[in-house]
């Protein structure tokens, strides 16, 4: 069975531009999570999507955002960049019930000068 | 609210010894608890997962951790650490029902020759 997937595996940017990242979950599962993980803050989770729902989400500004397409692929969007949003953002997905157990990605390492 | 605290951002030991990466974690409902590795430039991997069954939890790679409820605690263990060891380990927090994961600092482990 294929792992998450996720594309692209690096993005430079520039301040004020947005740039969208795609996740493509494990076949069969439905929920798929976004964290992002900075050296100064560690690894916080952004969002999670199930059934194309946004089900949770975490404490980040509106310029974050988020979908779930009917085949659980899922896309981040993150609009007027900042350079502190350069940061590794990984997605993980989930088979609803599996006790929570996620599988991640390799990331998408974003970085905006 | 849920949290998580890894003792030592930073932990060396030389190859054969004991490993021993702490996490305590906080948690108002019966927690899940999850260790998860992460090599350079790659993804996160799950060592092991606690979901309320038996309470030493045995995962891959000869890794183990045992739920104490009374001491808050979920410390990973590995008799004879071997180099390939060497990475960083993430203890993390979620309750049943729930896909948000609450990460630690994290850990880096080096193994010494």
């Known amino acids: 069975k294929a792992g998450v997937t996720q594309t692209p595996r690096y993005l430079i940017k520039t301040r004020g531009q947005q740039v969208t990242l795609s996740c493509s979950p494990i076949?069969?599962?439905?929920?798929v999570s976004w964290y992002q993980q900075t050296p100064g803050q560690g690894l916080q989770f952004l969002f999670e999507y199930f059934s194309e729902t946004q089900r949770n989400k975490g404490n980040f500004p509106g310029r974050f955002s988020g979908r779930q397409f009917s085949n659980s692929r899922s896309e981040m969007n993150v609009s007027t960049l900042e350079l502190g949003d350069s940061a590794l953002y990984l997605c993980?997905?989930?088979?609803?019930?599996?006790?929570?157990?996620?599988?991640f990605g390799p990331g998408t390492r974003l970085t905006v000068l | 609210a849920q949290s998580v605290t890894q003792l030592g951002s930073h932990v060396s030991v030389s190859e054969g010894a004991l490993v021993l990466l702490r996490c305590n974690y906080s948690s108002s409902v019966p927690p899940y608890l999850f260790w998860y590795v992460q090599y350079p430039n790659q993804g996160l991997q799950l060592l092991l997962k606690?979901?309320?069954?038996?309470?030493l939890v045995k995962g891959i790679n000869g890794f183990e951790a045992e739920f104490k409820k009374s001491e808050t605690s979920f410390h990973l263990t590995k008799p004879s650490a071997h180099m390939s060891d060497a990475a960083e380990y993430f203890c993390?927090?979620?309750?049943?029902?729930?896909?948000?994961?609450?990460f630690g600092q994290g850990t880096r482990l080096t193994i010494n020759p």
């Open positions: 993390a927090v979620s309750r049943e029902g729930a896909q948000k994961l609450v």
């Open positions: 606690y979901t309320s069954a038996a309470t």
């Open positions: 076949s069969g599962h439905r929920s």
């Open positions: 993980a997905s989930s088979s609803d019930s599996s006790y929570n157990e996620q599988f």
